[in-house]
């Protein structure tokens, strides 16, 4: 069985700078991928990045990065230059490449202050 | 905007009523979801279709119906509800069908049910 961890339960950052949202994994399987998914007060479950376990180059989407370390099993989340509408509930999530199961973590709720 | 759409998005209902949440997608995905969610916790699975066939059935009690009509169209029907059923209900889909792990999910607005 696969867990997923997120050890943070809030966060707070002033606007414009950087934070770094923290995930940690376990699994035996070999092939996965891990996500991040933004979940503002609006309530749409957003999707921010996509690794996949094979690929050793790190995520990056616009302002978004990831920090992946297979054989810590950590994949933590990198938000540079933050903004207010990054306030939100983020949350970490596992698939492995056998279904589409995601395996969630708790949570992390994200507040950007002006 | 989202891509998947859902319907209603807020509902209130008697514990003796009937309703059913539609979800769509015109995106050509194979497989489609149903999701619970509580304030503040992350999404539970309750129901997976895969080529329009249910795969999963996370031991849902059975006041709650699922309803695949066609590729794009995921049915959630409620008859009898708890009010511990209160919750956010998301709908999400994905391009490969459940066996094939590798696409992300996307997710709907969700509806918001109050059982009264």
């Known amino acids: 069985a696969q867990t997923v961890t997120q050890s943070q339960p809030e966060m707070s950052v002033q606007e414009a700078e950087t934070v770094t949202l923290s995930c940690t994994y376990d699994t035996s399987e070999s092939n996965y991928y891990l996500f991040w998914y933004k979940q503002p007060p609006s309530r749409q479950m957003i999707l921010v990045i996509r690794?996949?376990?094979?690929?050793?180059q790190n995520a990056t989407e616009n302002r978004f990065s990831v920090n992946f370390q297979k054989a810590a099993k950590s994949f933590s989340l990198k938000i540079s230059d933050s903004q207010l509408g990054d306030t939100a509930m983020y949350f970490c999530a596992f698939m492995t490449g056998a279904n589409s199961k995601l395996t969630f973590g708790k949570g992390i709720t994200l507040s950007v202050r002006p | 905007d989202t891509e998947v759409t859902q319907t209603p998005k807020h509902l209130v209902m008697g514990m003796t009523n009937k309703k059913s949440l539609k979800c769509e997608q015109h995106?050509?995905?194979?497989?489609m979801y149903w999701y619970k969610q509580k304030a503040k916790k992350p999404p539970e699975l309750m129901f997976v279709y895969s080529y329009e066939k249910l795969s999963i059935n996370e031991s849902v009690p059975s006041r709650f119906s699922p309803e695949c009509p066609n590729s794009s169209l995921l049915n959630l029907h409620l008859h009898a509800l708890q009010p511990e059923d209160s919750a956010l209900y998301l709908c999400?889909?994905?391009?490969?069908?459940?066996?094939?792990?590798?696409?992300?999910?996307?997710f709907g607005d969700g509806t918001r049910l109050s059982i009264l």
């Open positions: 995106m050509g995905h194979r497989a």
């Open positions: 690794q996949e376990a094979y690929k050793q």
């Open positions: 999400a889909s994905s391009l490969s069908g459940w066996d094939r792990g590798n696409q992300p999910q996307h």
